[in-house]
């Protein structure tokens, strides 16, 4: 089992920035793959960014290359995502999840923070 936290939404005014954390605590594995999803109202839950505990090249979204960065601090067990340049499309619930290394799909997901950007 792994349990997942977010926090640091809120509401900003657009081309700014917030920082989002995920606190990680249970079973988990260098190999393990976070991810940082969004889902806006009415719409799909959509991939954002993703990295693994033990490095790597991260992979991020089209819609957000060059304006959100994530990053992981192993020994908190924390993962980030620095989001910059923000938009009013960037609005939506924000979730964190993992992934195992080998399954193709998150199996474990935070219970979501919001992020509001106002035009």
């Known amino acids: 089992q792994v349990q997942l936290v977010e926090s640091g939404g809120g509401l900003v005014q657009a081309g700014g920035s917030l920082r989002l954390s995920c606190a990680a605590s249970g079973r988990t594995y260098s190999s393990d793959t976070m991810g940082w999803f969004r889902q806006a109202p009415g719409k799909e839950r959509d991939f954002v960014a993703a990295?693994?505990?033990?490095?790597?090249?991260?992979d991020y979204a089209d819609s957000v290359k060059g304006r959100f960065t994530i990053s992981r601090d192993n020994a908190k067990n924390t993962v980030y995502l620095q989001m910059n340049s923000l938009k009013p499309e960037d609005t939506a619930v924000y979730y964190c999840?993992?992934?195992?290394?080998?399954?193709?799909?998150?199996?474990?997901w935070g219970q979501g923070t919001q992020v509001t950007v106002s035009g």
């Open positions: 999840a993992t992934r195992r290394y080998g399954v193709g799909y998150y199996n474990y």
């Open positions: 990295i693994r505990w033990s490095g790597g090249s991260p």
